[in-house]
């Protein structure tokens, strides 16, 4: 099959079998071409479409902007342990001033003192309060995070990444991403 197209990309919104997304962090996106083939191999129904089209000469077929997929998959229960959900976890705010700028990764107890980079030991602290604090202790240092880091669930990022929005939504995924919002408890 030829398939001539002329558009931007279109990202594809991929749900678990339970109309969830597959993950929020990343959000779970596929290109179109990789939606269009798990079309093909009955793999995912779609959901909603984009108004583009790809076109064959016998051809014609409007781009998937939600897929759901026809087996479910257990999703994991602790998100990656990446920049940005660090960032999310903690807001996007150093965890000594509060300042949302300038964003590096501080070490609570410093490298230098055997101090680990894991959910536990890292939080997010812009650059001014990452320099002050050096290679010291927080107590030597006199700065203890906001928040003591941890090992966020997916259910933690979720509720934060509400706030922080991906800056690309289509408005078919919007049912998706936050249908289930107000039912859940605070
Ligand atoms: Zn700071």
Request: net charge neutral.
């Given at each position: 099959?030829?398939?001539?197209?002329?558009?931007?990309?279109?990202?594809?919104?991929?749900?678990?079998?339970?109309?969830?997304?597959?993950?929020?962090?990343?959000?779970?996106?596929?290109?179109?071409?990789?939606?269009?083939?798990?079309?093909?191999?009955?793999?995912?129904?779609?959901?909603?479409?984009?108004?583009?089209?790809?076109?064959?000469?016998?051809?014609?077929?409007?781009?998937?902007?939600?897929?759901?997929?026809?087996?479910?998959?257990?999703?994991?229960?602790?998100?990656?342990?990446?920049?940005?959900n660090?960032?999310?976890?903690?807001?996007?705010?150093?965890?000594?001033?509060?300042?949302?700028?300038?964003?590096?990764?501080?070490h609570?107890i410093?490298?230098?003192?055997?101090g680990?980079?894991?959910?536990?030991?890292?939080?997010?602290?812009?650059?001014?309060?990452?320099?002050?604090?050096?290679?010291?202790?927080?107590?030597?240092?006199?700065?203890?995070?906001?928040?003591?880091?941890?090992?966020?669930?997916?259910?933690?990022?979720?509720?934060?990444?509400?706030?922080?929005?991906?800056?690309?939504?289509?408005?078919?995924?919007?049912?998706?991403?936050?249908w289930?919002?107000?039912?859940?408890?605070?």
């Amino acid at each position: 099959m030829t398939i001539a197209l002329t558009q931007d990309l279109s990202p594809t919104l991929v749900l678990n079998a339970d109309y969830r997304p597959l993950s929020y962090y990343p959000l779970s996106l596929w290109s179109w071409q990789d939606a269009i083939k798990a079309v093909f191999l009955d793999r995912v129904t779609i959901l909603a479409e984009y108004d583009r089209a790809v076109r064959s000469p016998t051809y014609s077929m409007r781009l998937p902007s939600v897929v759901c997929l026809k087996t479910y998959v257990k999703p994991a229960r602790h998100p990656a342990f990446t920049r940005f959900n660090v960032f999310l976890r903690d807001r996007f705010q150093c965890q000594y001033c509060g300042s949302p700028h300038d964003l590096t990764f501080d070490h609570v107890i410093p490298r230098s003192r055997g101090g680990l980079t894991t959910w536990e030991n890292v939080v997010a602290a812009c650059s001014p309060c990452n320099l002050k604090k050096g290679g010291m202790m927080p107590k030597v240092a006199g700065m203890i995070p906001h928040q003591m880091p941890f090992q966020p669930t997916v259910h933690e990022l979720h509720n934060n990444g509400r706030l922080f929005p991906p800056n690309f939504l289509h408005e078919s995924w919007l049912d998706y991403l936050y249908w289930d919002s107000e039912l859940e408890p605070e």
